[in-house]
């Protein structure tokens, strides 16, 4: 036998033991260390209830809150998100009338430059509600 067969025949022995031992030790792997999937599977998920009430507990812990000031400080939070959530969804409706508005005047800057097919081409391209639109419209190829 030549030194190149030997070589060969050595890598393959390697490869065939690592390959044997891998599958053995995969198989003894601990529950729940990713190798089981089974064990995975039997794990209830937690609710959207459970999880708000585990994030809850913490806070509570955190600031050391007795039951009363526990209802009581919950329901403040809750009015202070959805206040948040009220003004955010107000921002967003002004931010587009906003680049809206700046894009028309930026358009009619240009006008005088571009020819009607070239504007026809920009608000396609650059208008803000083609731009969303072109973006939803990738986002279902694959794209972000």
Known sequence: MDTKTK?????????MMGFASGFLLGKTAAPGSG????????????????IRQRRQGGLARLLE?????????????????SSIRTELREMRSNENVLMIRHYEA??????????PAQLERLDHH????????????NR???RP
């Open 140 to 142: 279902g190829r694959g």
């Open 126 to 137: 650059l208008h803000p509600d083609s731009v969303m639109a072109n973006r939803m419209n």
């Open 106 to 115: 930026m358009k009619q800057d240009v006008s005088d430059i571009l020819t």
């Open 65 to 81: 809150l007795t039951p009363e000031q526990q209802e009581l400080f919950y329901e403040q939070m809750s009015v202070y998100r």
């Open 35 to 50: 190798n089981d999937y089974e064990y995975a599977e039997e794990r209830p998920r937690p609710t959207p209830e459970e």
């Open 7 to 15: 070589a060969l025949l050595a890598f393959a022995f390697l490869f």
